[in-house]
C-alpha cells in the first residue's frame, strides 16, 4: 500500500481528524491539533508522544 492510499484510512490520533500528507512527504500533518506524524522507513509513526508540532503551532 503506498503513502497516499494510507491518507483514507488513517486519522490523526489524537482529535481522530484528517490527515494531509506533508508537502515535504516525510509526514502526514493534522491541521486541528497542528501536528507531524513523521514516516519513518516507509512506515508512519501514529503516536501523539512522537508527533512533532507543527511551525507556529503554540
Do not use: H, N, T
Not at 506533508?22 to 516507509?42: M, N, P, T
Amino acid at each position: 500500500m503506498d503513502i497516499k492510499e494510507l491518507l483514507k484510512i488513517l486519522a490523526c490520533p489524537k482529535c481522530k481528524g484528517e490527515l494531509v500528507l506533508a508537502e515535504s512527504e516525510d509526514g502526514f500533518d493534522c491541521q486541528a491539533c497542528k501536528l507531524r506524524y513523521e514516516i519513518r522507513e516507509g512506515i508512519p509513526v501514529m503516536l501523539v508522544d512522537e508527533a512533532r508540532r507543527l511551525d507556529g503551532a503554540e
